[in-house]
Structure formats: structure tokens, C-alpha cells
């Protein structure tokens, strides 16, 4: 039997490297080299073209490379009944807290505008913003992570989320009722949701309006979490002070991209949650031999709740 | 009696209105408004000219305005027996860690490099420095405040300071014998040592050589405690990967310093601990009113110490 890789965007030859440096590693084939379809009971797959699960007849696992499992959900002919997993990841979870921690820090303080301010040789001092009211939306592992390191830095936390949550520090709101009532008081609005498709476009207007004026809006979880030309709006308007985005709904972001030049605008590129190879190979064959013993998988997704 | 506003560089305005809204508030003058010198018992200080403390033959306390009182220790006609005090509060120390914090994070997740890809539409990742070592010069209220915040947040802590230190979770070195010891293996050297003539220029190329090659330098001390050209010469040599100051030895730093064009330098305008003018107001009054009913003072300097 065969493990195929299925990459999209991503180089999958340290994936490879990783995974045949363990001794009871099968086969590992990368995608469009497939051989023949029968050998494959697991593939592993980020951002694949719809349909093309559809091949593999003795098909046992379908393993995400990332968190976010909404491009697999999202293939109208996604084979039944074959188990989906994601990557989970705990030192991912603390690059994102530290990385939404920095963004908060930056903006704070002023760091980059200092910069900016050196470069024009402008001696310039300013204060520090006072503003410590954070609302995590998305609050499973990402978001609960990152609630920890921002309460152990002085910061007031609400945290929104499908189901309502018990995390020491962080005040719950849950459901569609209580989204616009979680937001009321934020000064950094972080979206660490998974993209399901009742969370696309969730970054609209209607939020925005939900807020105190000037609040600023912190895009970790996908692109397509946000509505863009609400965003420019909201900006426009000044109902939002700025934002910090590391994910966009086309990546890399194209180059006639409004959001390059806004001024208003901070951008990463997709760097918040970098995947940790080495453990994707573990975790993937962990769940390969699992599937073999019978045994229940790690991180196996509810196609019903989406992740 | 009265209080004279001595301050350079300063509006003394805030602090006039601070003080005089305090009902046991004498008269507050301002130099060189001074009127007869015989009223002045009492006199706030930053960067005074030499000499003119020598006027008042009635002074009773000299008020430093900051944390630091090395313009005042140099007055070469300071007056004998005037006690000095300084300004010390617990929110500034808590604004310096957060501030070096920031910087750390910076630095280690590159954020303001990627506002420059930004500007230059490049899409390109890059992943977290894993550095975590920080090595703290100077572990009086700012230094240990810090050391404890960067503690909080993971980082591995050794404090450098005159004496040796009892802080949890901080690895304590003290005296001249162990101050190389103490950066040896250092990813973040921090600068937060006190002004005095046994510190001054304290980093040099004999401290930069005696670091790991790449360390970064955050000096938030005072300017004259780096040797310029000696940090010019150490990232030219690239014994130093970069360094950040909010501290010069002239401030605003003159327009056609190097340090303005420095791609590895990034400046902020001595903004890391920003002076709050009404907890300054009540610190004076209520010294002045220690000196009337002869009790001890708070923060007083000790001029061997030199803080």
C-alpha cells in the first residue's frame, strides 16, 4: 500500500524526506505520480482539485496537511465514509498566540510607524494606546492558546465561539446571538475561526458596525473569513482604526491588490501558523498504522461541524 | 517657600497644573522665572545647566523629574548636603518590559521587515527566530520587572547588575568579573543599567566580542552608555545582527547622524518609558512635606551608587 501526496502550493519533498526517515514508512507517492490507484490508502492533501479523491478505490484515510479542512469539505465528490483528519499542533497553536501577541504589541507602540517615522529621519514621540480589550472569535485550540498568553499579559479577553466554553480568565459568548454582544467592547478583534460555511464572509460589515468605533481587526484564520470591500469600507468610514492580515482569500495575494498599498493596512504572508514538517509526518503516520490496527484516530474531523 | 520647575527639553506646563491642583501645593515658579531665591526650597531638575543649584541658599531637595540622575551627579557644583531624589514608579517599569517585549517580538517574527515587503509588494515568507536567550544589564526596579515579564513569556533570563540578585527564574550575575559570563550565550542583550561613570559606554567592542556572533542589542538605558562607532564597527563585522535604541547621547538625535539611514538600526524616539506628569506632581509633594515634618524620603539617590 501507498501514501499519496496531494500539494498544492506546497513543496512536498521535506514532507517525503520526513516521512520515509521512519522505518515503517509505505510507499509515499507524490501526486500526479500516482501509480496504480489501488496501491493508495492515504492521501495527504492541501488545496487538491475537486474530484480527484474519487480515484483511489482502497482509499482509507484522507489527512489534511493543515488545520483548516474546509478545501477537503468543500469537494462535492468526496468519497463516503473514508475518515478525515487534520494537523494539530500544539507549538502552532504558541507561534500563533506569540505571533497575534506581537501584532498587538506592534500596534500598541507603535513599532512599525517608528520605523516608518526613521525612515523619514522624523523625530517624533507619541504614547503608548492604553488598549487592552481583545475578543477572540474562534475560540478551539488557536483561540484558546492564544486567550492564555494575552490574559498572562494584562489583556482583558472575550472569547466567541459555536458552543459556550469554560477557559479561567476569558469571558464566553456563544451562538449567532451573542457575536455582535461579544465584540461591543473590543479594541482587537481576532478571527481565529475555522472557514465553515457559516463563518465565511463573518468579517462584514454588520460586525464591524457591532463595534466601538476605531476597534482594530486582526485576520489569522482564512481569507475568505472576510468580506474585503466591507474592510475597505470600515476603514473608509474610520469605523475600524486598521488591520493586520496574514491570510487572504487568493495566495499569494495578486499584485493589483488594493489591500499592497492601503495605508491602514498591515499584511504577513501567511506566516502566523508555519506547518512544522516533521510533525505532520508523525502525526500522518501515526493514523496510518491506527487505520491498520483499527484503532480510533488523532484529530479526526466531524464533517458536521466542519472541523 | 517655593517650588522652581527646572526642566529642559520638558514643557513644564503639565506639571505646573499637576502640582498647584494639589491643595497643599506651595508656589510653583518657573526657571528662569525664579523671583527671590531665598523662597526656593525645593527644585525639579532635567538637564539643569551646571551650577545654578548653587543659587538657592535656601534648598532643601533636588527633585529629579525621571528615573535617571546622572546630569544631576555631575554637576560639578552640585550643593553639599542637599538630598536628591529620583522618580520611580511601578506603571513605567511595567511600560519598559512591555516595550522590550515588543521589540523582542519584532525582531524574532520579523513584523516590520514584512511592512517593508509590503511596501515593495513582495510576497515572501519567512519563519520565527526560535531566540530565546535575553541577557538584562542592569537589574534594579526596570530590569527585574522586565526580566519577570520576558520570564512570563518564555524566555530563558540572565541578569547582569552591581550586586548579585535573588529573582525566580532569572540566572544572576554580578560585578566586572562576571559581565562577560553573563552575555556569553545571549540572542537579546538589554540595556537598563543606571548612568554613572563606571557604566558609561559599558557597550563596547570589548562586550559585543564577548557575545555569540548575531546577538541583537536593545539599548533602552541612556545613550552614553553604547560607544557608537563601536556598534558601527559590530555590525559592520556582523558580530551584532542589529540593534534597537530608544536612548542617544543627543537627543532629538541630530539629523545627520548615521544611525537615521542604518538598515540594521531601528530607532524609536526615547519613548520606552514615558514620564506620567501627576505621578511625578505627588511624588514631589509629598517629599517636600517629608522634608517639613523631617521624615525619611522616597527614592532617595544615593550619590556613591549613583542612583
Redesign the interface.
Known amino acids: 500500500m501507498a501514501i499519496l501526496l496531494l500539494l498544492d502550493q506546497v513543496d512536498p519533498t521535506p514532507l517525503e524526506t520526513y516521512l520515509k526517515s521512519h522505518p515503517d514508512c509505505p510507499d509515499v507517492r507524490i501526486y500526479p505520480h500516482v501509480g496504480c490507484v489501488d496501491d493508495i490508502d492515504t492521501v495527504v492533501v492541501w488545496k487538491h482539485p475537486q474530484g480527484v479523491l474519487n480515484n483511489f478505490p482502497n482509499l482509507k484515510l484522507i489527512a489534511s496537511y493543515g488545520a483548516g479542512v474546509e478545501n477537503i469539505l468543500s469537494d462535492h465528490a468526496l468519497p463516503k465514509d473514508v475518515p478525515i483528519t487534520r494537523f494539530v499542533d500544539e507549538t502552532l497553536s504558541d507561534?500563533m498566540a506569540?505571533?497575534v501577541?506581537?501584532?498587538i504589541?506592534?500596534h500598541?507602540?507603535h513599532?512599525?510607524h517608528?520605523?516608518?517615522?526613521?525612515a523619514a529621519?522624523v523625530?517624533?514621540?507619541?504614547?503608548?494606546l492604553p488598549d487592552r480589550n481583545v475578543t477572540i472569535l474562534g475560540m478551539g485550540e488557536l483561540g484558546s492558546t492564544t486567550a492564555n498568553?494575552l490574559n498572562?499579559?494584562g489583556y482583558n479577553i472575550r472569547g466567541w465561539s459555536r458552543s459556550e466554553k469554560n477557559i479561567p480568565g476569558v469571558i464566553s459568548f456563544f451562538g449567532d446571538d451573542q457575536l455582535h454582544a461579544s465584540i461591543a467592547d473590543a479594541d482587537f478583534i481576532v478571527c481565529l475561526l475555522p472557514l465553515t460555511p457559516k463563518t465565511k464572509h463573518i468579517l462584514n460589515n454588520e460586525l464591524f458596525n457591532a463595534t466601538k468605533k476605531g476597534a482594530f481587526l486582526i485576520n489569522v484564520g482564512r481569507g475568505d473569513h472576510l468580506h474585503e470591500d466591507d474592510l475597505m469600507d470600515a476603514l473608509y468610514q474610520e469605523q475600524l482604526s486598521g488591520a493586520f492580515l496574514d491570510v487572504f482569500s487568493t495566495?499569494?495575494?495578486p499584485?493589483d491588490h488594493p489591500f499592497?498599498?492601503h495605508p491602514k493596512i498591515?499584511?504577513?504572508?501567511?506566516?502566523s501558523s508555519?506547518t512544522d514538517k516533521q510533525k505532520v509526518a508523525r502525526q500522518i503516520l501515526d493514523n496510518y498504522h491506527r487505520i491498520k490496527r483499527g484503532e480510533p484516530l488523532l484529530n479526526q474531523v466531524n464533517p458536521k461541524r466542519s472541523y
Open positions: 507561534q506569540e505571533f501577541l506581537a501584532v504589541l506592534n500598541r507602540l513599532i512599525t517608528y520605523r516608518e517615522l526613521q529621519s523625530w517624533r514621540c507619541g504614547t503608548f498568553l498572562l499579559n495566495e499569494p495575494l499584485a499592497w498599498r498591515h499584511m504577513t504572508p501567511h506566516i508555519p
